[in-house]
Structures are given as structure tokens and as C-alpha cells.
């Protein structure tokens, strides 16, 4: 590789995902699944964050999986799923996972999220998943 270009890719840093992974769901419901990504390369989940935002004090549940079948139930990344609501800050400030039990999602696998508990009809979901 000539210098020139050494030096570039050296200033753009290392290959993979730098900015946060952001999903929506309008009106979740409980079993509705989203997924994310196939992972390019092994990658490590840094951290999750999520809001709710409408209904009448919403609440709900969600898992973060992955696996190299999404018909299959995947490997949790979470111990149990993150409740997010009004009790935790989860329709204002959001809810934080700063330390995934299994952060760890090997290359060529799928990464979904999956409501898992639904209570006071929330009007949306947003999650938002960084990587190291």
C-alpha cells in the first residue's frame, strides 16, 4: 500500500461501526421484532439506550438478540429484559445499559430486538445501540 494511503486510513481509524445503531418502532407491541444488522465483523455492544415516547404512563420490556437464524430464539444479550417507563425515566430521559451481560456478536450474525411486555400504549419506541 503506498504511503500516501497508509497515512489516510490511519486518519479515518479503524474499520467498523463508529456512530449508534438507531431503531424506531411506531405503537410497540408485545412480540414485535425489529432487526438491526448482520455484523460485518465480530463486534461488542457498548451500550443500549431507549425511549418511549406518547400513551398514558407506557411502560414496556425489550431483549436484544443475535444469532445466525432470525426464525430461531438467538442468544440474549441481555440476563432479563431492560423495562423502560415512566418509573425509570424511560419516557424522558430514557432508560441506559451501560454493561451487557453477553455483549458479544461474532460476525455474519443477526441483531434484532424484541418487545417482550407492552403496558399503557405507547406511540413509539426509539433504541439506540453503541459499539466498542
Do not use: C, K
Not at 38 to 50: E, K, N, Y
Amino acid at each position: 500500500m503506498d504511503l500516501f494511503w497508509r497515512q489516510l486510513a490511519s486518519l479515518l481509524g479503524p474499520p467498523g461501526l463508529s456512530s449508534p445503531l438507531v431503531s424506531t418502532i411506531a405503537s410497540p407491541q408485545v412480540g414485535d421484532r425489529r432487526i438491526l444488522l448482520r455484523a460485518p465483523q465480530s463486534l461488542t455492544i457498548a451500550r443500549l439506550d431507549a425511549v418511549l415516547s406518547g400513551g398514558s404512563n407506557p411502560s414496556l420490556s425489550l431483549q436484544l438478540r443475535h444469532g445466525p437464524d432470525v426464525s430461531a430464539s438467538g442468544t440474549a444479550v441481555l440476563s432479563t429484559p431492560i423495562a423502560i417507563g415512566s418509573s425509570n425515566g424511560g419516557t424522558t430521559t430514557g432508560s441506559v445499559v451501560s454493561s451487557p451481560q453477553n455483549p458479544a456478536v461474532p460476525v455474519d450474525h443477526w441483531l434484532w430486538l424484541e418487545v417482550t411486555a407492552v403496558s399503557g400504549s405507547p406511540a413509539g419506541l426509539t433504541v439506540a445501540v453503541r459499539f466498542s
